[in-house]
């Protein structure tokens, strides 16, 4: 006998399906307009919704609930799914798409993920009204990127792939979305790309192949963390002197690779600034840059800023230049770590 959920009072069907998990309320909001409706109107324990395009077997949707794993993870096949049974094999129907899904042992739609993904993203958006976590695109040939999803916010977005990115979609992402945690975009084929300004604004910065990044842009970055490789020269002594006349209390640490505006050229700190020798009484000699590795300073040139933050300038192996705050100043924990390799 099947069981008269509908039938129940709001607060009882409300409460039995706060019990679905994630592929069965999709799969109810696509019984009926009903449904539909119900869904849309019922609160679940999500927070946000990400994309993961890459070279696996599969491209995914990600569902979270505030923790940093996924909750539930929707698979699109790029190639033929085992068939197991006509019974947990069904079809589905959104819009006049027909997705195949298949949610035992794995929540899987197959065939066309480039475009069922798409479909089901912008169904499962509208469903739960949930902002968008994170889109990856990581080494894959496939050209899907954020605008064609119409996202133009996010909390991290990653683009790494291994062929040329259209400028169009740079520049996209570039002047229209706003990435509030982590950015990391690498450039492997766009050899001549340029780009005049933009503004970063986020936790993290990652730019492998930056030597699009001007000065303005450099001086501009207002981020907590940045990672520039493969960067022109930048104004690495302007940029210490504008945070030493700033209140910037979100900046911890730069770190720029391949720089050889260092070796190239003498700096002179002493110019316009008041630079200081290492004194194991103000601040420890290692600095925590991850949660396996540090840097260390114990060459690095010192700067204290009026309202009391130190920091410092020190050269690495492999011309990478530092500069770190200490907003801890002394962190005996990062003494067994390894050192900044990468």
């Not at 889109?135 to 996010?154: E, M, R």
């Not at 050889?260 to 925590?288: C, H, Q, S, T, V």
Request: aromatic share 14%; glycine share 4%.
């Amino acid at each position: 006998m099947a069981f008269p959920l509908l039938k129940l009072p709001s607060l009882a069907y409300e409460e039995v399906l706060s019990n679905f998990n994630v592929p069965d309320i999709i799969d109810f909001s696509l019984l009926s307009s009903r449904c539909h409706r119900i869904i849309r109107s019922t609160r679940f324990p999500l927070t946000g919704i990400g994309i993961s395009v890459s070279f696996f077997s599969s491209d995914c949707l990600l569902f979270y609930n505030g923790g940093p794993r996924p909750f539930a993870v929707w698979r699109f096949m790029k190639k033929r799914w085992r068939k197991v049974s006509d019974t947990i094999n069904g079809w589905r129907r959104i819009g006049r798409t027909r997705i195949r899904i298949q949610k035992e042992p794995e929540w899987v739609s197959k065939l066309k993920p480039d475009t069922n993904m798409k479909v089901a993203f912008e169904y499962v958006r509208d469903l739960f009204r949930l902002p968008i976590t994170q889109f990856d695109l990581l080494s894959t040939d496939q050209n899907v990127f954020p605008q064609q999803y119409g996202i133009t916010k996010c909390d991290e977005l990653l683009i790494c792939v291994r062929h040329e990115i259209p400028v169009d979609e740079l520049k996209y992402v570039l002047e229209k979305m706003e990435i509030s945690k982590t950015f990391s975009l690498s450039l492997q084929k766009n050899d001549n790309f340029e780009f005049d300004f933009v503004r970063f604004s986020m936790d993290v910065l990652k730019i492998s192949r930056a030597f699009w990044i001007t000065k303005e842009t450099f001086l501009a970055m207002d981020c907590a963390r940045i990672t520039l490789q493969g960067n022109k020269k930048l104004p690495i002594k302007e940029f210490v002197s504008q945070w030493l006349s700033s209140r910037n209390t979100r900046f911890e640490w730069l770190k720029m690779h391949e720089n050889r505006y260092w070796n190239d050229e003498e700096i002179n700190w002493n110019d316009g600034l008041e630079p200081m020798k290492w004194n194991p009484a103000i601040r420890g000699r290692n600095f925590k840059i991850s949660h396996f590795q540090r840097v260390d300073c114990e060459k690095g040139i010192d700067f204290l800023r009026d309202d009391g933050l130190l920091a410092t300038v020190v050269k690495g192996n492999f011309n990478k230049i530092y500069f770190i705050v200490w907003h801890k100043r002394f962190q005996p924990e990062a003494d067994s770590l390894d050192l900044d390799f990468w």
